[in-house]
C-alpha cells in the first residue's frame, strides 16, 4: 500500500462549481497536512497547512482531516478558471526533519 | 515577500558531468530541503539539512549526491556524475514552520 494515495484525475468541473480534492494515507504518524498547488513546470507553491484533526478555512479554500479514517480533503468553493492546476497533497511525521511525502497530484480544469 | 530562489532554471548537462545546483532559501528559515520530480511522477523526497549537516536523507539521496551550505545564504545540491535518470525538476525547500518551495532547476543529462 502507498504511503499516500491521490487520484490523478483530470477532475474538469465548470466554473463556480464546487471542487472537492482528497487523499488517503496508510502512516498513522503523520500529523502535518498540507496542501500544494503547482503550475505546470513550476514549483509547489503552499495553499493549506494543518496540524492533526480539524478543518482550516482561508478565503474559497477548506482543508480538512480526519485522522480517524487516515483521510483529507481540500474543497475550493466559487471555483475559478485560474484554479486549474494540480493540487497536490504533502504530509510529515512530528519530526524534526520535517520531510514532507506527497500525493500523486490531482489535475483540476475549471472551464469558464 | 520572501521567496526561494534557484539557478540556473534549466541545466543541460552529458552524463557523466558534474552538476551544481544552486538555491538562496529564506532568510530567517532554518531548514533546508532537495525534492526531486521526475515528468508525470510525484515530488520525492532527497535530503533535509538543520545546523549544517544532513538531518535525513532518502534512498534516492546516494553516494552521488551532497549538499553543502557554503555561505549563510547559499544552499547547494551537487550531482557528480550524472545518469539519465538524473533528469527531473530540483526543488529546493525551506521552512521556519511551514515548508516553501523555489521554482526548480530542470536537469536534462543527455
Known amino acids: 500500500q502507498k504511503e499516500v494515495e491521490q487520484d490523478p484525475g483530470p477532475l474538469s468541473v465548470p466554473e463556480g462549481a464546487i471542487v472537492s480534492l482528497n487523499c488517503t494515507y496508510s502512516n498513522s504518524a503523520f500529523q502535518y497536512f498540507m496542501w500544494y498547488r503547482q503550475y505546470s513546470r513550476k514549483g509547489p507553491e503552499l495553499l493549506m497547512y494543518?496540524?492533526?484533526?480539524g478543518n482550516k478555512e482561508d478565503g474559497r479554500f477548506t482543508a480538512q482531516v480526519d485522522k480517524s479514517s487516515k483521510y483529507i480533503s481540500l474543497f475550493i468553493r466559487d471555483s475559478q478558471p485560474s484554479d486549474s492546476a494540480t493540487y497536490l497533497c504533502a504530509m510529515s511525521p512530528l519530526s524534526n526533519t520535517g520531510k514532507l511525502i506527497f500525493g500523486q497530484g490531482t489535475t483540476l480544469q475549471v472551464k469558464p | 515577500e520572501p521567496e526561494v530562489t534557484q539557478t540556473p532554471s534549466h541545466q543541460v548537462t552529458q552524463m557523466g558531468q558534474e552538476v551544481i545546483l544552486r538555491c538562496v532559501p529564506i532568510s530567517n528559515h532554518l531548514y533546508f530541503y532537495w525534492y526531486r520530480q521526475i515528468l508525470g511522477q510525484k515530488v520525492e523526497f532527497l535530503v533535509s539539512f538543520y545546523n549544517n549537516e544532513i538531518s535525513e536523507k532518502s534512498e534516492i539521496f546516494d553516494d552521488q549526491f551532497s549538499v553543502e551550505r557554503p555561505d549563510g545564504s547559499n544552499f547547494t545540491l551537487k550531482i557528480r556524475s550524472t545518469k539519465l535518470e538524473d533528469s527531473a525538476m530540483y526543488f529546493c525547500?525551506?521552512?521556519?514552520?511551514?515548508?516553501?518551495f523555489g521554482p526548480g532547476t530542470r536537469l536534462t543529462v543527455l
Open positions: 525547500a525551506s521552512r521556519r514552520n511551514e515548508q516553501f
Open positions: 494543518t496540524y492533526s484533526s
